[in-house]
């Protein structure tokens, strides 16, 4: 009996390398009102994942360097035992794999850390990989504020456990300066404010003349002040609106026969002692 060795196929040399099918990663979902724009130097793009004890999220700095942003919620931050769990998961890191990380000092503030580096996604197995990579440093580091891979010693018995924090689940705290207005809009959005700009300046210009021309020859309202003379009287001439017939126009002057009065102020120089209100009276001793 004889033994039939199959045939082995060898590729031409000329023969071009075929790479391995780069891995399909899922896109971020978009960020919600309530998450952070920026953390430190990092734009935030979309989530990636989220648990109780904190969020995933895509990112990227100024200079287009990606990054994995691993960030504790509102009630994970507000516990000072998951903050030292989150300290110690981040120091256990590589050093090469964090790239930046605010005070754990900062007790008002939700710690996060970024985790990299990631290439920007152009297809290739490795630049998915890069991202994978950082995506599951994260979520170790979120695993061990919430306690949730430490494994069972001895029979379960009672109620399960679980933190006091855990319906707390919006992102924590977080603080930004410089202000990211305006250096997050893109260029459509700067060409849209300048343009909303523009056409409220217009409007009010607009609103302004329009005021100066309905009130421009508009009467006076309020009479003046009335002066009195050094004998303690003061003359009011009170002029018609419609002047009678055969009289001149009120531009040229009062007619004759315009009736004017002579109104006394009383406690001014010149006036009866006896008057009320004059400074002689009793009665403003008290």
Do not use: C, K
Request: proline share 13%.
């Amino acid at each position: 009996m004889t033994a039939t060795q199959s045939p082995t196929t060898t590729a031409p040399p000329d023969a071009p390398e075929v790479s391995a099918p780069a891995r399909t990663l899922p896109d971020a979902l978009p960020l919600l009102p309530e998450d952070p724009p920026r953390v430190g130097e990092f734009w935030l793009r979309g989530r990636l994942g989220a648990n109780a004890a904190g969020y995933l999220y895509s990112a990227a700095d100024e200079n287009g360097r990606g990054a994995v942003v691993a960030m504790m919620t509102e009630g994970s931050a507000d516990d000072a035992a998951a903050r030292d769990r989150f300290v110690r998961a981040v120091d256990a890191l590589p050093g090469d794999a964090v790239l930046a990380h605010n005070d754990a000092d900062d007790d008002d503030l939700a710690l996060w850390v970024a985790l990299g580096p990631v290439r920007e996604d152009d297809g290739s197995s490795s630049a998915a990989d890069e991202r994978l990579i950082a995506e599951r440093r994260g979520e170790d580091v979120l695993s061990a504020v919430l306690m949730d891979r430490i494994p069972q010693l001895g029979r379960v018995r009672g109620p399960d456990f679980r933190h006091y924090w855990e319906g707390r689940r919006r992102p924590g705290l977080f603080r930004i300066w410089p202000l990211p207005w305006p250096t997050a809009l893109r260029p459509a959005s700067r060409l849209a404010l300048i343009l909303s700009l523009l056409a409220m300046a217009l409007i009010m210009a607009l609103a302004v003349l329009i005021a100066w021309l309905l009130f421009r020859n508009a009467p006076e309202v309020d009479p003046g002040p009335v002066i009195p003379d050094p004998s303690g009287t003061a003359t009011v001439t009170v002029t018609p609106t419609t002047p009678p017939p055969g009289t001149t126009s009120p531009t040229t002057g009062p007619s004759p026969g315009t009736p004017t009065s002579t109104v006394t102020r009383p406690g001014t120089p010149g006036t009866s002692p006896n008057s009320p209100g004059t400074p002689d009276d009793p009665a403003d001793r008290f």
